[in-house]
């Protein structure tokens, strides 16, 4: 079984800046390919925020280009996303995703895998 655990939200004022983290473990685990963060705001739909492959290559939605840093450590399982100059648009719940390689056994297997969800709160 794989769990991934967020870190990393709050309340910050617009200007400042969040690191979020997002930690995958499991005993069948054997490496993450791309991860990507995503949010939620009250009455609208998951939105991509940003991907990084296993290589580190890296996209961005156009709203967060130039503020938010997608970043990895492959030996510590852990996926952040730098957000700075926050705006109040920017408050949403957000989820970090990960394609994650399970060899429980003698089978490979790749899923998607979900966080909790983390609040960022932007206030004006």
């Known amino acids: 079984q794989v769990q991934l655990v967020e870190s990393g939200g709050g309340l910050v004022q617009a200007g400042g800046s969040l690191r979020l983290s997002c930690a995958a473990s499991g005993r069948s685990m054997f490496r993450i390919n791309a991860a990507g963060w995503y949010r939620q705001a009250p009455g609208k739909q998951r939105e991509l925020v940003a991907t990084i492959t296993r290589g580190g290559a890296t996209d961005y939605a156009d709203s967060v280009k130039g503020r938010f840093t997608i970043s990895r450590d492959n030996a510590k399982n852990t996926v952040y996303l730098q957000m700075n100059s926050l705006k109040p648009e920017d408050t949403a719940v957000y989820y970090c995703?990960?394609?994650?390689?399970?060899?429980?056994?003698?089978?490979?297997?790749?899923?998607?895998?979900w966080g909790q969800g983390t609040q960022v709160t932007v206030s004006s």
């Open positions: 995703n990960m394609a994650i390689v399970t060899v429980p056994s003698t089978q490979v297997y790749v899923n998607d895998y």
